[in-house]
């Protein structure tokens, strides 16, 4: 599986794309604000042809870059005022788009209608696109319910396994387990 990430506009949101290989179609998630041009290169390095745009959530520094494209953008219908262009109501369960199995995960908290997408790697292990509901270290703040985002944590995500890969909306990648062990906002969602 070819996972590429790159952080853009004024708030360094990470963009992803997500691939079975080199060569064929992706999937494009949080696609924000100034992700343009690191997208096109991104795409063009990789051989890569977009067939779906994702968002974890409605807020302009991932889904602003999405208008772009000639693709609908996949959101959470709780986020839609955020957007204005194209889009097709995301919910939870599964979701097959360029050749992978993903997981789309309600978190509401940070949005109302935040998401995290899971998928398992063809070469083994788990991937988790959390946005901005965990970040290493960290938890976004709630702009809709921080009761939301407490239980979110607690239930969606302190219940994956320690070895899967947190992909955030922004900063650096960690693991579920890392996280359990020193995130102080985990250690408080797990009493």
Same mark, same amino acid.
């Given at each position: ?38 997208? /096109? ?64 995960? =309600? ?14 790697? @063809? ?14 270290? @960290?938890?976004?703040? @709630?702009?809709? @319910? ?26 650096? =990648? ?10 102080? /906002?985990?250690?408080? =969602?797990?009493?």
């Amino acid at each position: 599986m070819l996972v590429v990430g790159f952080a853009a506009g004024p708030l360094r949101a990470n963009c992803y794309l997500l691939a079975p290989a080199p060569g064929g179609e992706c999937v494009v998630v949080d696609p924000g604000q100034e992700s343009a041009e690191p997208l /096109a290169a991104a795409l063009a390095e990789h051989g890569l042809t977009p067939v779906a745009l994702l968002a974890t959530h409605g807020h302009p520094d991932h889904v602003a870059g999405a208008a772009g494209h000639d693709l609908p953008l996949h959101l959470h219908p709780a986020d839609r005022e955020w957007f204005a262009g194209p889009a097709v109501p995301l919910a939870e369960g599964p979701l097959e788009l360029a050749g992978l199995a993903l997981d789309v995960v =309600a978190l509401p908290g940070h949005t109302p209608g935040s998401v995290a997408f899971a998928v398992n790697a @063809s070469e083994g292990g788990r991937l988790v696109l959390t946005g901005d509901t965990l970040f290493a270290g @960290s938890i976004g703040r @709630s702009d809709g @319910s921080g009761a939301e985002l407490e239980r979110s944590l607690r239930t969606k995500l302190l219940t994956l396994p320690d070895d899967t890969v947190v992909l955030p909306g922004h900063g650096p =990648a960690t693991t579920i387990g890392r996280e359990r062990a020193t995130n102080p /906002a985990l250690t408080a =969602a797990e009493a």
